[in-house]
């Protein structure tokens, strides 16, 4: 059984930092092997893609509203995947999740990713 759980939300200040993180686990979970995902859906929309990471770490895709703001990154040792997110904006408010991918390949579309985390909220105030 996976278990993906997040953390490290909270509420915050237009152009603060947080560093999100997904921690797995699961005796058999193979964390290593695969590409991981952050999505977040703000009340009212859609769950949106926003950073993925290969199960190497050596590539990584954001949505272009975060781009140059958010670095996705993982520690394999650690079963971990993060989030680091800065100058923050009223617009990234939301509910952040992390899944891992389906298959290799870093989609955008929250169909490719299964074994949903619980969700960490992160409020940033004008």
């Known amino acids: 059984q996976v278990q993906l759980v997040e953390s490290g939300g909270g509420l915050v200040q237009s152009g603060d930092s947080l560093r999100l993180s997904c921690a797995a686990s699961?005796?058999?979970?193979?964390?290593?092997?695969?590409?991981m995902g952050w999505f977040r859906q703000a009340p009212g929309k859609e769950r949106e893609f926003v950073a993925g990471i290969s199960w190497s770490g050596g590539s990584t895709n954001y949505a272009d509203s975060v781009k140059g703001r958010f670095t996705v990154s993982r520690d394999n040792a650690k079963k971990t995947v993060y989030l680091q997110m800065n100058s923050l904006r009223p617009e990234d408010t939301a509910v952040y999740y992390c899944a891992h991918a389906k298959d290799g390949s870093i989609r955008i579309d929250p169909e490719g990713y299964t074994n949903w985390g619980q969700g960490t909220q992160v409020t940033v105030s004008a």
């Open positions: 699961g005796r058999t979970f193979s964390f290593s092997r695969y590409t």
